[in-house]
Structure formats: structure tokens, C-alpha cells
């Protein structure tokens, strides 16, 4: 790593630095070296932005160094990093000479602090961590991590495509519930995943058979495998937002990035950890330790841990195992997840699907005001428990943020939300009693109102959006009523799921798990089989036909022309994964003279032939039908539909060769070789409706030998 000289003056030496040399563990052995041999002078910690031109992007840090029997007095640090990326860039040059002048006509700034170089020391790995107070540091004389709890990183396989598929590419009877007793080949893998704090992204499932031999055979790497199967806390360590920690199940392996927290004998509270690591103080820990990297273990190992009192710690145990709680419950309401139970649609009971969906839209967002809430009163433990001055704990919120369960609410939104929401903690009640009471005018009310429509979109989560606004959740949960604003996005989104959990049903109990999109002689189309399934099952004629509307589009059109590229992605949860859609649209191509849906459960080397003889003969058999009966009508209407009919046919020929071709090939799907491999020389001979893997997953696919 480079160093750049500005000055050299007798005993003195001025550099500008990446800013990484004061913070990573590498260069440990430097910092000691500068603590012990020199003397800092001044440090400044410049952060990106405002130095070079525009176009040259580089964090540095400058300093000037000098022999300590120069100066014995505290070092000077300005600190101009939070200036990074934001309109003050340019000013940050005036910032640095601003601090330099009042340091040296002894006024207080902002950006300046002073320190004792040596008290540096009091933290693992001599972080050059300057700002925070005396009192602050001394925290870090406590017991870490490390000492309480055991940190580790997971397995790394090698072959992602090989050995990993998500839960719903395999037969669920295969995937292990308690692998002592069943020895299933499936079991769940944690492998972090988007921010998400305490449960869920339990998506993965890691190929165990022969106990992981196959995985070593291959070059897997299973660090810390004595860990494997135990409960604890796995977390996501990459991402703007930070990392997100989560209540781990016992029966789980765990990736390299879903490393995990585990439980030594001198601490077993598991449900106190989460709370903290998921705490603002802990996150601010962590950026103190390392501001520049992605959390790593060993950052993870540094935190302090300070025991907390009895009662602390039984309060904040309550409120995390509240959390996990509420957090796994509403996973149950999504197709994704494995404790999946029942969409929005089908939970809630109103006439109208619009109103289902709202009314489940406003629970969702009083349950998730409640961990915001929880959240809340787990900080302020956390701060007491840690003794933080109230200096200590503005510098804390400055920085990362004042949980948007402390903030003010307007009486109204209060009364209405304790008045409609089951709060089974007296204590949780009294804390959102006591919360300051504001008012806003209808200008901001609105303004907050017209941005409902694009809520739960992206990151935009109720948590995101009330910080980004600066809300309480109890105010938003409260206009959100008000407003009856559905988002499109997030109401496409659960209607897809209810269509492909009716789907996935229905073709379930199809014979072989081929429907066709338009009827055959003897055999309904999908259409007409959603239909009758909705209506057998307390839905009604009117009911259906509101599907288009929270769709976006007809349901017939979006069967055809949008729902398995939408189920695609809405199943690509990991960026280095493929998609994987279990519902397939087999296709001819775009005269649409055959097209199917097909189940991957019930898709074998037979299906092939099946579309042959049963399904792609009775087609063309109704198409020939149908070309006798218009044999003598000369209208123009007639000749185009003859001219339709004739394309799909030859299109339908083409379909039936290339099936013909797989056959030839030996292609034999195997549900276990998942749906990338499975998939592949379909995209490939070109019988799918949209494409599902990239170029390079097809090419790794096709010359897959597993």
C-alpha cells in the first residue's frame, strides 16, 4: 500500500495514506510501531471526496509523525470522513483549515478531538479509534465475543451449482428435519443473504449425502464443522445497511457468508446476543473497529460484551424472542419461505381481494411497527447496560441513527394503534405511552401519503421508509389506514404468489403434472382448471375476475406472457445463484401452436414422450379439425386463421422434432440435479417461454457431470 511524502523536516515526517491503515487487522503490526516508536502530531481522516479532481476517487488520510522526545503532548485528529459523497465535499479543504486555526487559538470544533496516542491501546488491535470518550473506551477493557461466545466462519463448497439447491427444487420428503435421526441427503444451509434481522433467509439447502464426503471428494472446505447442526445466530455481512443477525435453527450448516455465532459455556444467552449485535451500539462498534471492509469475523471477536444485570437481561431476552417470533410468523405468509402456511389472499376474509390485501398489508405493518418498536426499548437497555454518558450515546445516534421506534408520534395514530394491535407486554405499552406527542401539518401528511404507492419496493421497507423520513412506524402504520393506497408492486407480487401456490397445486394433482395452456379434446386448459379450483375452494366468479387487477393485466395474458418470467425472478434470491423457478412454460415459439405448464416434481424422461403422444398429437389433431371446418369459407377473418393455424403447425413440427432431439440426446431429468441442470438443454434446444439461466450458467450446466 502506498505512501505519498509531503514534507521531511528534521524529526518530522508528513504522509498522506490510505485510509485503511488505521483501522484493518493487517496493518496491526504499523500501528504499534507508530504508538510506540513516534509520536502522531496530527492525523487527519480525509474520507473520499474533495481532494483530487472529481473523477479520482481514493479514502486517504494525512499525518505528520514525529520522534516522541519532540512531543510528549496528546495527538491532534480532525476527522472530515462523514463529509463523504454529499454536497460538503467541496467545502471539506475550508472544514480542515477552520479546525487547524481554532486548535491553535485553543476553540472547540466540531471536527477536532484529542488524545492520548497510548490509550489507543486499550483495544484489540489498536484501532486508531479517536472520537469516542474516555468512558466509551474503558467498555472495551470487557470481556469480547471471542471470550463469551464463539464467532466462526462456514463452508465454502466449491461448487455452489453442484451442491446447493433452494428448498423448492427437491422432493421435501429428502430434506433433513433432525439429520441424527433421519440421515437425509438435504439439509438447510445458511448462507446470509439481504439485510434481514432476526429470521429468515433459511432458502438454501446443502447436499449432505455420505455425511459430506462427496463435498471434501470435491475440494470443499467445511471450516469449523463441530459447529455444524448446533442453534445460534448466523448473520449477513455485506451491504450498505450494515450486518443483519438472525436466530439460526439447530439442523443447519452454515456458508462462509452466513457465518454464524455460537455459545460457549460461560454465557448461554443466545437471545440477549442477537438483541445486542442487532443493536444501533453494536453496529457502531463494529464501524468504529472497521469503518472501511465488510464485517468480518474477526471484527465480530473484538466487540466487547458487557454482562448485563438480571432483569436487563431477561427484558431484552423477551423482546429478541418477541421479534424472532413475529418475524417468523409473517414468513409464513410468503411462497418462498419453508414454513410457508398461506398467502395474504387466502388469510384474510374480505369480499373484496383489494381489501384482503389491505387489510393483511395493514397487520403486516403493525407487527413489523412492533419489533421497530421493541427495537427501540432493547437500545435504550443496551445503553444503560453498556453505561454510556448521554454524550456517548448522542455521538451513537448521530452516527448510525435514532431507532424509529423512539421518535415522536401524533396522539391519534398512539391511540388507534394501541387500541387495534395485541401488545401482550405491559411494558411495551408503556413505553409507546410515554412517547413524545408532535403534530405534522397536512402538507407532510400528504406528501408522506402520495409515497405509499411505492412502499415495499426495492428496499424500501417500512423500516427504510420511516428512516428515511424520519417517522415513527405507529404514524405510518396509522396514515397507511388512512390513505387505502394498495402498492401495485407489492400487490402484483402477492397475487403472484397465490397464483403460483394454485398453480403448483393444481398441477400437482394433474396425472402428470402437464396442463396445457389451451384446452384439448378430454383435457381442460390451465385457465379453466384455476377457475374451477378457486370456486371449489370459497372463492368466487367475481373474486377471480379481481385477480387481473392486482395482477396488472389479465390473467389469461399474464399466464401466457408473464408468469413464469415473474416467478423466475421473483425466485432469484441469491445474485451468484441461478433462478429457479419450480413451475415451467413449455412453448413453441410465438405462434403459440402448443404451450404448456409443467411441475418439476413430476418431470421425468416419460413426460417426453407423454408431450408426444398424448398432448402434441390431440394439438395438431384440433388444428387439422379445425383447418377442415374453415376449408370453405373465403372471408378474410377465415384465411387469416387458416394462415394462423398453418404457422403453428409447422411450428408445433419443429416443437415436436426438437423433443424428438432430447430423447435422441438421452436427456433424463433427475429432480435431485435441480432445475439449472434440468433446465438447460431445454432453454438451450429453445422449447421455453422466456429464457431462465444466463449464457454462462447454460454453457456450466450443459458440461455439468454430476
Not at 656 to 674: C, N, R, V, W
Request: charged share 25%; aromatic share 12%.
Amino acid at each position: 500500500m502506498r505512501c505519498y511524502e509531503l514534507i521531511n523536516e528534521e524529526g518530522k515526517l508528513a504522509l498522506i495514506h490510505p485510509l485503511t491503515f488505521m483501522y484493518i487487522k493487517s496493518f496491526e503490526d504499523v500501528r504499534r510501531l507508530i504508538i510506540d516508536k513516534l509520536h502522531i502530531n496530527v492525523l487527519v481522516e480525509f474520507g473520499m471526496g474533495g481532494l483530487f479532481p472529481q473523477d479520482i476517487w481514493v479514502d486517504p488520510a494525512f499525518y505528520i509523525l514525529e520522534s516522541k522526545k519532540h512531543n510528549v503532548f496528546e495527538s491532534i485528529f480532525v476527522s472530515l470522513d462523514k463529509y463523504s459523497n454529499t454536497f460538503n465535499q467541496s467545502r471539506k479543504k475550508d472544514f480542515l483549515l477552520e479546525a487547524i486555526n481554532d486548535f491553535n487559538n485553543g476553540l472547540n470544533n466540531k471536527h477536532l478531538f484529542k488524545l492520548e496516542q497510548s490509550k489507543f491501546k486499550l483495544i484489540e488491535g489498536l484501532p486508531f479509534i479517536y472520537w469516542i470518550s474516555d468512558g466509551f473506551r474503558e467498555q472495551f477493557k470487557e470481556k469480547t465475543i471471542s471470550e463469551l461466545f464463539n464467532p466462526v466462519q462456514g463452508a465454502a463448497t466449491t461448487n455452489n451449482h453442484r451442491f446447493l439447491r433452494f428448498w423448492w427444487e427437491v422432493n421435501k420428503s429428502t430434506i433433513s428435519i433432525n439429520f441424527e435421526v433421519d440421515k437425509h441427503r438435504w439439509v438447510y444451509y445458511s448462507k446470509g443473504g439481504p439485510f434481514n434481522k432476526w429470521y429468515g433467509n433459511m432458502w438454501v439447502l446443502l447436499d449432505w449425502k455420505n455425511n459430506g464426503q462427496d463435498l471434501i471428494d470435491a475440494g470443499a472446505v467445511l471450516r469449523n464443522s463441530s459447529y455444524y447442526f448446533q442453534e445460534g445466530i448466523t448473520y449477513s455481512a455485506s451491504g450498505s445497511k450494515g450486518a443483519s443477525y438472525r436466530y439460526l435453527p439447530s439442523n443447519c450448516i452454515f456458508d462462509t457468508g452466513g457465518s454464524c455465532v455460537f455459545l460457549k459455556k460461560e454465557y448461554k444467552n443466545l437471545h440477549y446476543l442477537i438483541a445486542f449485535l442487532n443493536s444501533p451500539l453494536s453496529r457502531y462498534i463494529i464501524n468504529c473497529l472497521n469503518p472501511t471492509v465488510n464485517t468480518q469475523v474477526g471484527d465480530m471477536q473484538r466487540i466487547p460484551v458487557v454482562i448485563p444485570l438480571k432483569e436487563q437481561e431477561e427484558c431484552i431476552s423477551i423482546f429478541a424472542t418477541k421479534n424472532i417470533e413475529i418475524k417468523k410468523h409473517l414468513c409464513s405468509y410468503r411462497i418462498i419461505e419453508t414454513n410457508f402456511d398461506k398467502t395474504a389472499l387466502t388469510a384474510c376474509s374480505e369480499t373484496a381481494l383489494r381489501d384482503r390485501l389491505l387489510s393483511y398489508l395493514n397487520y403486516e405493518n403493525a407487527q413489523l411497527t412492533l419489533v421497530l418498536i421493541n427495537e427501540a426499548i432493547i437500545n435504550q437497555i443496551v445503553f444503560d447496560v453498556y453505561d454510556l454518558s448521554p454524550e456517548d450515546r448522542r455521538q451513537v445516534e448521530t452516527q448510525m441513527g435514532k431507532p424509529v421506534g423512539e421518535l415522536p408520534v401524533i396522539a391519534e395514530a398512539r391511540d388507534a394503534y394501541l387500541a387495534s394491535t395485541t401488545i401482550e407486554s405491559e411494558t411495551v405499552r408503556e413505553f409507546i405511552q410515554k412517547l413524545s406527542i408532535t403534530t405534522f401539518d397536512e402538507e407532510k401528511i400528504h406528501s408522506v401519503k402520495d409515497e405509499f404507492a411505492t412502499l415495499y419496493q426495492s428496499n424500501n421497507d417500512l423500516d427504510e421508509f420511516c428512516i428515511r423520513h424520519q417517522l415513527n412506524p405507529i404514524n405510518v402504520w396509522y396514515w397507511f389506514q388512512e390513505s387505502l393506497v394498495l402498492p401495485s408492486g407489492r400487490a402484483a407480487e402477492i397475487a403472484l404468489g397465490f397464483l403460483a401456490d394454485t398453480c403448483r397445486t393444481v398441477l400437482m394433482e394433474d396425472e402428470d403434472g402437464i396442463i396445457p395452456l389451451a384446452g384439448l379434446p378430454g383435457e381442460s386448459g390451465l385457465l379453466d382448471r384455476l377457475e374451477h379450483y378457486y370456486l371449489n375452494h370459497g372463492f368466487t366468479s367475481a373474486q377471480f375476475s379481481q385477480l387481473d387487477e392486482l395482477l396488472g393485466r389479465p390473467i389469461n395474458e399474464y399466464l401466457e406472457d408473464y408468469f413464469f418470467m415473474n416467478l423466475s425472478d421473483l425466485l432469484n434470491l441469491f445474485r451468484y445463484l441461478p433462478k429457479t423457478p419450480f413451475i415451467w412454460h413449455l412453448s413453441s415459439g410465438p405462434q403459440q401452436g402448443f404451450e404448456a405448464y409443467i411441475i418439476i416434481y413430476k418431470w421425468n424422461r416419460d413426460s417426453l414422450f407423454k408431450l408426444k403422444t398424448r398432448y402434441l398429437g390431440k394439438r395438431v389433431e384440433s388444428l387439422e379439425f379445425r383447418q377442415i371446418q374453415l376449408a370453405d369459407s373465403k372471408t378474410a377473418q377465415a384465411q387469416n386463421e387458416k394462415e394462423k393455424i398453418r404457422l403453428q403447425l409447422q411450428e408445433i413440427a419443429e416443437f415436436t422434432s426438437k423433443i424428438d432431439e432430447l430423447i435422441a440426446e438421452g436427456y433424463d431429468p433427475q429432480l435431485d440435479g435441480g432445475v439449472g441442470k434440468n433446465i438447460a438443454p431445454l432453454q438451450k434446444k429453445g422449447l421455453l417461454r422466456s429464457e431462465v439461466l444466463t449464457a454462462g450458467q447454460l454453457d456450466k450446466y450443459l458440461k455439468a457431470d454430476w
